[in-house]
Nanobody
Framework: QVQLVESGGGLVQPGGSLRLSCAASGITGSINPMGWYRQAPGKQRELVATITTGGRTNYADSVKGRFTISRDNAKNTVYLQMNSLKPEDTAVYYC???????????WGQGTQVTVSS
């Protein structure tokens, strides 16, 4: 049974920080890349950041310099450190894992991040 279990969302004031975690289990084969996407109310899901097994990262322009993605390959776990949060970062954040051999995308259930004073 494939599971992507996310944690770490919540309510934070502007300028604050949160750390999201996502642990993948039950997936056969290599996962590359892993990443985070987000969806705000009334908007389409968008890329936040991805990371390969080799550590190569890709960020949306809107989060560069504020968010940092990292990965523990042995644990199939990906993290997203979010600093200097802004109200426009408010969204449901989804973990993504792409299986190498069949290019299938698995998604987590989503975790709410709300940035508000």
């Amino acid at each position: 049974q494939v599971q992507l279990v996310e944690s770490g969302g919540g309510l934070v004031q502007p300028g604050g920080s949160l750390r999201l975690s996502c642990a993948a289990s039950g997936i056969t084969g290599s996962i590359n890349p892993m990443g985070w996407y987000r969806q705000a109310p009334g908007k389409q899901r968008e890329l936040v950041a991805t990371i390969t097994t080799g550590g190569r990262t890709n960020y949306a322009d809107s989060v560069k310099g504020r968010f940092t993605i990292s990965r523990d390959n042995a644990k199939n776990t990906v993290y997203l450190q979010m600093n200097s949060l802004k109200p426009e970062d408010t969204a449901v954040y989804y973990c993504n894992a792409k299986v190498v051999f069949n290019q299938y995308n698995y998604w987590g259930q989503g975790t709410q991040v709300t940035v508000s004073s």
